[in-house]
């Protein structure tokens, strides 16, 4: 189905309801114009950003007393009250992000557990906000000299706001911003690897998603004319929860489908359960909790992706040809690329990594390599910065990274692949690739969002397209990445690490779990890599694939440095045929 018609009839659907359904229903489609604003930045933050949160309700109350207070208080526009709260919540929101968001696993949800309690108790308390009686006479708004005081009138303007925004964070998503924050799922050790700050880009997602509440806010106060604190408790910020979730909290459109199944269906059934029953009661709370079990059971994801297994959308256009994106001067042949000095690590009593020495020269391929426990993926981790390191130095390109992060080392020009494939599954190929090139755009969040990127976005997808060609998977481009088999997710990832444009490629167990011929396609991918003048360091176990492709060997074991050399003299050598391949 084209996605533009079904987008048309959406809007069709919107724009003729004032004219067709009764005034009740008008009202309730207001409603869900306001929750669907709050459920899409939870889509933004919880579906996508995997950073859970029960405290929205908090920031909607934020911006409807911000502008109340403002208004009826000291005669204030309306319009300008929106600035205020704005900034108001960016700040607060901003200030929360950094105290709750360093939280991880239980203690995050928690967080925002207590300081959704906590601001509604505030206004609640707060005299000059009229305690738990609220306030009235709030103006209404005027648009263009019209005064929208009338449902039906605000009507419009409601969900005008709420399709801007649903375009907005649409566009965003599929932005390199976006791609960083649809990453954050996979953990903070990938996205560093490309560059990206994780605690950086997820305050940016609960930063937006404050502000879209907000905004719900100061639209619910000007259009009830009146606020006091009970919409804005814990238990709505749950249900604004069960909107994004119900809907589908991965799509922009499952937060409006979740705000509106579970606006009517609260309204039907409290009407509906009392007259089956024969007595009043918040019967409606069981039949909702019977119903998430049931969706957890069977679309985990939400209804609308559920739906869309029947209604498969059409791939996303590609740009034919884009500009391209900025590229290293790689260094001269025999100029030395890292240089690992006596590199330690240890995890309180165990040392991990002993003292280790090695180097490796630009064009050069070396394979690091050792039994199972010998400290190589602990000694990789050292030089992509994912670990740090207890002593020693290891300097790349002659600058010393010992103490630097992964996300600043990456910056310097080092690539990686990781010995568990990490890709976004909910991501196309293409995507996952293009994730790689985060570093060499150059477009944010607001440029993103407005569509100002599309220079931007056509070289990073162009540049996406040749690595796929140059690795063999461009007819995977719009495949959904965790539908490929392992060994071409291996080479995936490794199109993405060739994205950044690295100086020095690190490949992490590339050959694990793969297949013989899948090892000899890698082998033949690695060489060519090599003939183009690419710097490989990979690390590996399996001898039989090495021997035929680096130029060096470094043996490792216990972590220490076993032997370095040829292959050949490295395999004769009797320490390593003793340790390693058999006596």
């Known amino acids: 189905m084209n996605p533009r018609v079904l987008l048309a009839v959406v809007v069709g ?7 067709v359904a009764p005034a009740f229903y008008v009202t309730l489609l207001n409603y869900i114009g306001l929750y669907s604003l709050v459920a899409l930045g939870l889509v933004l933050l919880t579906g996508v950003a995997g950073q859970t949160s029960f405290g929205q309700a908090a920031f909607v109350g934020l911006g409807a007393y911000t502008t109340a207070v403002l208004t009826t208080q000291y005669g204030m526009s309306p ?8 900034a108001i919540t960016l700040a607060v929101g901003y200030l929360l992000g950094i105290i709750t968001l360093s939280m991880g696993g239980h203690y995050l949800p928690l967080a925002t557990i207590a300081w959704g309690i906590s601001l509604y108790f505030l206004m609640g308390t707060i005299e000059s906000f009229g305690g738990f009686t609220g306030i009235t006479g709030i103006p209404a708004v005027t648009l263009f000299g019209f005064k929208l005081e009338k449902e039906g009138e605000f ?42 700050h994780p605690g950086r880009t997820k305050t940016v997602a609960f930063v937006i998603a404050a502000l879209l509440a907000c905004l719900s806010g100061w639209l619910y106060a000007h259009l009830q004319r009146f606020v006091n604190p009970t919409p804005f408790g814990i238990n709505q910020g749950i249900e604004y929860l069960f909107m994004a979730v119900v809907g589908g909290a991965v799509s922009v459109w499952g937060a409006v489908l979740g705000a509106a199944l579970v606006t009517l269906l609260k309204t039907w059934l409290q009407d509906l359960l009392p007259k089956l029953i024969g007595e009043a009661g918040q019967f409606e709370i069981i039949v909702f909790g019977v119903l998430l079990v049931l969706l957890l059971q069977y679309a985990r994801d939400g209804l609308l992706p559920y739906l869309q297994r029947f209604v498969p959308l059409p791939p996303r256009k590609l740009p034919s040809a884009g500009d391209r994106l900025p590229h290293r001067t790689p260094p001269a042949e025999g100029i030395s690329v890292l240089d690992e000095k006596e590199a330690r690590k240890t995890f309180g009593g165990l040392v991990a990594v002993n003292d280790v020495t090695f180097n490796v020269g630009s064009h050069e391929v070396v394979g690091l390599i050792g039994p199972n426990g010998a400290g190589k993926s602990t000694c990789f981790n050292l030089i992509s910065g994912a670990l740090e390191a207890s002593g020693g130095s290891i300097k790349f390109m002659g600058t010393e990274i010992t103490s630097k992060t992964a996300t600043e080392i990456a910056k310097l020009g080092l690539g990686r692949t990781f010995q568990h494939v990490k890709l976004v599954g909910t991501m196309t190929v293409v995507e996952n690739v293009a994730l790689g090139a985060y570093l060499r755009g150059s477009k944010g969040v607001i440029a993103s969002a407005l569509r100002l990127n599309t220079a931007d976005e056509a070289a990073a997808l162009a540049e996406a397209m040749r690595q796929l060609e140059r690795v063999g998977l ?18 995936v990832e490794i199109a993405r690490a060739l994205a950044a444009d690295p ?5 992490d167990e590339p050959a694990a779990g793969l297949r013989y ?16 003048g690419m710097t490989v360091l990979l690390v590996e176990h399996d001898m039989d694939f090495v021997m035929g492709l680096v130029d060096r060997l470094v043996v490792l074991n216990f972590g220490q440095k076993l032997s370095e050399g040829l292959p050949e003299n490295v395999q004769a050598d009797p320490a390593v045929r003793e340790a390693y391949l058999g006596a």
Not at 13 to 19: D, E, L
Not at 474 to 487: F, K, R, V, W
Not at 503 to 507: A, G, R, V, W
Request: hydrophobic share 55%; charged share 15%.
């Open 474 to 491: 461009a007819e995977h481009a719009h495949d959904a990445a965790n539908s490929l088999p392992l060994g071409k997710q291996r080479i």
């Open 503 to 507: 100086i020095l490629l690190l490949l």
């Open 79 to 86: 319009w300008f009250t929106l600035a205020i709260a704005l």
């Open 155 to 196: 009507y419009y303007f409601i969900w005008f706001v709420v399709l801007a925004a649903l375009w907005c964070i649409a566009n965003l998503l599929d932005s390199r911003p976006g791609r960083a924050i649809r990453a954050l799922k996979q953990g903070s050790t990938m996205v560093e690897a490309f560059g990206i």
């Open 13 to 19: 659907v919107i724009g003729i309801a004032p004219m």
């Open 517 to 532: 011929a899948e090892k000899q396609q890698l082998a033949s991918l690695i060489k060519s890599l090599k003939r183009e």
